[in-house]
């Protein structure tokens, strides 16, 4: 079973950067791709970013293309968000997610980490 422990956040002003990490305990089919997704309080949770674990391809929401960068450690264990030119908006809880294949649905996510709040201050 794949665990997922999320971390990095915090809180910054507009403008301001954070990276979050997420360490998955193992490499296996079903971890394939990596995710973070974002849930705003009173919102419904959303998709921000994927990649595929070793090859690295990525996908990325349009609303944080050009600001936010998914990447990978060479062991492929840790994945991470660096997010850039942090807005108002981008205040939520994130969350990483694995799957078997690149997606951008939640629902296809079988594993979870906890989360790690960021919030963005004017």
């Known amino acids: 079973q794949v665990r997922l422990l999320d971390s990095g956040g915090g809180s910054v002003q507009a403008g301001g950067s954070l990276r979050l990490s997420c360490v998955a305990s193992?490499?296996?089919?079903?971890?394939?791709?990596m995710g973070w997704f974002r849930q705003a309080e009173g919102k419904e949770r959303e998709w921000v970013a994927s990649i595929v674990r070793g090859g690295g391809y990525s996908e990325y929401a349009d609303s944080v293309k050009d600001r936010f960068t998914i990447s990978q450690d060479s062991a492929g264990h840790t994945v991470y968000l660096q997010m850039n030119n942090l807005k108002p908006e981008d205040t939520a809880m994130y969350y990483c997610?694995?799957?078997?294949?690149?997606?951008?649905?939640?629902?296809?996510?079988?594993?979870w980490g906890p989360g790690t709040q960021v919030t963005v201050s004017e």
């Open positions: 193992i490499y296996t089919p079903e971890s394939t791709c």
């Open positions: 997610a694995a799957a078997s294949f690149m997606t951008s649905k939640s629902t296809d996510y079988g594993y």
